[in-house]
Structures are given as structure tokens and as C-alpha cells.
Nanobody, 125 residues
Framework: QVQLVESGGGLVQAGGSLRLSCAAS????????MGWFRQAPGKEREFVSA????????YYADSVKGRFTISRDNAKNTVYLQMNSLKPEDTAVYYC??????????????????WGQGTQVTVSS
């Protein structure tokens, strides 16, 4: 049974930082891409960032590029999302996901086959 557990969310003022973690279990973690998505109230889920299994390739949404950094530690089966210079529009539930979808791009939800339960990030102005 694959499980993903996010942590690190919370309330922060605009301009502040948070570090999200996602602990994975139940598969050979190092063989799969890891991604972060978010969903704000009343909005569709959107791609935030992803990292390849080999650490060599990272992907970012334009809205977070230069502010967020994704990393992973395969020895700990954990992926991280360092979020700096947070803005109120970053407020959302953040989800991590794992997969290696075939025929779809890494920025789409269907690339991933397992998802975490989400962690709330709230940025106050």
C-alpha cells in the first residue's frame, strides 16, 4: 500500500517561508517522479512543482518559479517543497503525488497514481 503523508503547512504572513515535507512508503520511491499540486477554494487543482527520480530535472509553475524549490531525499523517501516569499495567492491545500505516467506530461495530474491527503497553507496579507 503506497502512502504519502504531507506535513509542514500552516499560517504565515506574506513574505514568509514554509517548508513542506512528504514522506512516502510502499514502493521503490527512487524509481518515481514526485510532484506537488495545490488547490485553492473554488479553484481547480494546479501543478506547482515536480522532480525526477534521479534529482536531475525539476519543474516549476511560472507562478512559483524563483520562490519555491523542490528537493528529494531518496534515502529518507521524502520530498520537500521550500516556499519563500509567500504571497496570499499561494493559499491552498498542497498535495504531493508520485508516479511515472506514460504518454502524459509531468505537470498533469494523470501523470501520478498516488496522492497524499494534503496540507493547508494559508498566507495572510
Amino acid at each position: 500500500q503506497v502512502q504519502l503523508v504531507e506535513s509542514g503547512g500552516g499560517l504565515v504572513q506574506a513574505g514568509g517561508s514554509l517548508r513542506l515535507s512528504c514522506a512516502a512508503s510502499g514502493r521503490t520511491f527512487s524509481n518515481y517522479y514526485m510532484g506537488w499540486f495545490r488547490q485553492a477554494p473554488g479553484k481547480e487543482r494546479e501543478f506547482v512543482s515536480a522532480i525526477s527520480w534521479s534529482y536531475t530535472t525539476t519543474y516549476y509553475a511560472d507562478s512559483v518559479k524563483g520562490r519555491f524549490t523542490i528537493s528529494r531525499d531518496n534515502a529518507k523517501n521524502t520530498v520537500y517543497l521550500q516556499m519563500n516569499s509567500l504571497k496570499p495567492e499561494d493559499t491552498a491545500v498542497y498535495y504531493c503525488a508520485t508516479g511515472k505516467g506514460r504518454g502524459v506530461v509531468v505537470t498533469t495530474g494523470t501523470f501520478y497514481d498516488y496522492w497524499g491527503q494534503g496540507t493547508q497553507v494559508t498566507v495572510s496579507s
